[in-house]
């Protein structure tokens, strides 16, 4: 029987980061190493034996990377699949870097880790990878089977968005919104400040669909464009008809008002602060393409954990 000490996405995080600066090369290493200092108060990967953090580490991978592990049960015995999304963005979804750096650092962290850095229940050290897939619009597409790799799948950075399709065929318009990890779209500017609000959650910070929608292109405008220029974001890259459906939505979702909203403290401090579910009226249809993205982005702080993400139905 194994568990996670801390939240899955911090552990997954810290483990396969710090494994990767211990393999590469000095130069290439300099990134990753700088990234993980910050867990350096907590001791590295010894990390995993404390039952919880002080503070959330601001310890994202230099990579553009979500690491979303799916909400599960809290403890997992021989032989039960634990399923982990790895969403490698923009510049940084590169299947080689992926193969030669990534996957052998995950494949360190199931077989060899020093078992004096761990709880006597951590899975560090315990698992196989059994399959690994990578999306092509609504499916998933494997490239590794029962442990083996299949050399000529060449998967691209855009096949995740073919054959999309964000527009509900269902009986019923869309009204409910359940946040699957923790979220946190006002992220309090102090440590300090976090630990002081209250359980409750305040007007300020329930999330209203244009605070959503706002939410998501402020996410993506903080994604490297690949263009000359550290300041051209993703807006200034979108063409006037893209600016103006996007604007139009902004409207459209500015009229939806929320009718109940049920949310929950996140026990200790783990990133994001709070779950729930929101019900609005109806969604409309101009809306629900940004929703969608924003669910495969994720929004808000600790992004990178795999917080911010939710489902409509």
Not at 15 to 44: C, N
Not at 147 to 175: C, I, M, V
């Amino acid at each position: 029987m194994v568990w996670f000490s801390i939240y899955p996405g911090l552990e997954f995080s810290l483990i396969l980061g710090s494994l990767i600066a211990e393999s590469l090369p000095t130069v290439q290493a300099r990134p990753w190493k700088k990234a993980m200092l910050p867990w350096q108060a907590y001791g590295g990967i010894s990390a995993i034996k404390k039952k919880a953090l002080r503070i959330v580490p601001d310890a994202a991978w230099p990579i553009e990377s979500v690491l979303f592990c799916y909400p599960g049960k809290k403890a997992y015995g021989e032989g039960e699949p634990i399923f982990l999304e790895m969403k490698l963005i923009g510049e940084s979804a590169d299947h080689a870097h992926f193969l030669e750096v990534i996957l052998p650092a995950l494949e360190k962290s199931g077989s060899s880790i020093d078992r004096t850095r761990q709880t006597p229940n951590a899975l560090w050290g315990k698992f196989d990878i059994q399959s690994i897939f990578a999306a092509r619009g609504p499916v998933w597409e494997p490239f590794v089977e029962n442990g083996r790799l299949d050399l000529h799948y060449k998967p691209t950075p855009s096949q995740w968005s073919e054959g999309l399709d964000f527009h509900s065929n269902a009986r019923r318009p869309l009204r409910l919104l359940k946040w699957i990890t923790p979220f946190d779209l006002a992220p309090h500017e102090t440590v300090e400040d976090k630990r002081k609000s209250s359980n409750r959650i305040t007007l300020d910070e329930v999330p209203s669909l244009r605070d959503i929608l706002g939410a998501f292109m402020a996410r993506m405008n903080g994604l490297s464009t690949g263009k000359r220029g550290a300041s051209t974001r993703f807006w200034d890259i979108l063409d006037e008809a893209d600016r103006q459906a996007f604007e139009a939505a902004t409207a459209a979702a500015s009229r939806v008002q929320m009718k109940h909203g049920s949310f929950q403290r996140v026990s200790g401090l783990r990133p994001g602060r709070w779950f729930g579910r929101q019900e609005f009226s109806p969604i409309p249809e101009i809306v629900r393409p940004y929703l969608g993205l924003a669910s495969i982005f994720h929004i808000g702080a600790h992004t990178h954990f795999g917080c911010g993400t939710f489902v409509l139905f």
